[in-house]
């Protein structure tokens, strides 16, 4: 098993695959925010399985480049099989790379992004302050991420569901308030002309919430944890079935997108 399954919050290629096709939204108003353009060097910091990279490719073109990089071993072989298999390694690339220390020079990229990353490592500071220093100057650095401090499911079980909640956001994940911790990273990197938007994602099918949410690995470590009893665990099941069942169901939380540009 790779050093990044290790981690809390790790989540498969699969699971990446199923939320990047219900996200297309936040993703292309990323790229927007980037300000991407024909001929440009682009970087994806956290890339996956190259969802993001190969759009990106579709802007900059053949004549520009496109790198991204991810922990994780396996990530990075997939990514890069896909690249070839469409014809992109000419001018994509994807690198096993650790965030907080990224294996380009100062000044490398004309725009930098990640997407739901910062919540995955335990120094999102120096992530950021990574993607600060390999951006040129005047570069623009565009972040979304999660924050499940907001995270709530309706239910009449509000008792299981702020524990599941609080579990999902301090234990699930190493940092599980990034998102509203985003504002405070960049000014602390000195990026100028800030530009904030609040990005809410909602679920109504009990399935795809239980997919998206992670319920099932966050109520085990409820249960192993005590914090919830198996009989508060099944109130909690029947509460969410019985509102499918009415067509009441609904969950929601919140993704912020920062972006700045790099002074120089």
Sequence with gaps: MSQAKQNPGYVSQDYLQMLAERVQHVKQRSYEAMEVREGMCV???????????????KLV??????????YDNEMISNATKKTEEHALASYVE????????????DNTFDAC????????VAHPEDVLAEMARVTKPG????????????LSIDSSEDRVERILTRITTEISHYNGYAGRQLYRYFREQGLMHLQIEMLPFFVTQLQLMRKIFMLEKVEEMAIQNEA?????????????????????????????MLTGLVPG
């Design 228 to 256: 919830i009893t198996q009989d508060e665990l099944a109130r909690w099941h029947a509460s969410l079935e019985a509102a499918e069942a009415k067509q009441t169901l609904f969950g929601s939380a919140s993704q912020v």
């Design 43 to 57: 970087l994806d910091v956290g890339c996956g399985p190259a969802i993001d990279t190969h759009a990106l490719a």
């Design 61 to 70: 073109g053949p004549s520009g480049r496109v790198y991204g990089v991810d």
């Design 94 to 105: 994807h690198l096993v790379a650790d965030a907080t220390k990224l294996p380009f020079d």
């Design 139 to 150: 570069g623009r650095i565009v972040v979304v991420d999660t924050d499940f401090g907001t």
């Design 113 to 120: 992004r990640s997407e739901r990353v910062l919540q995955h």
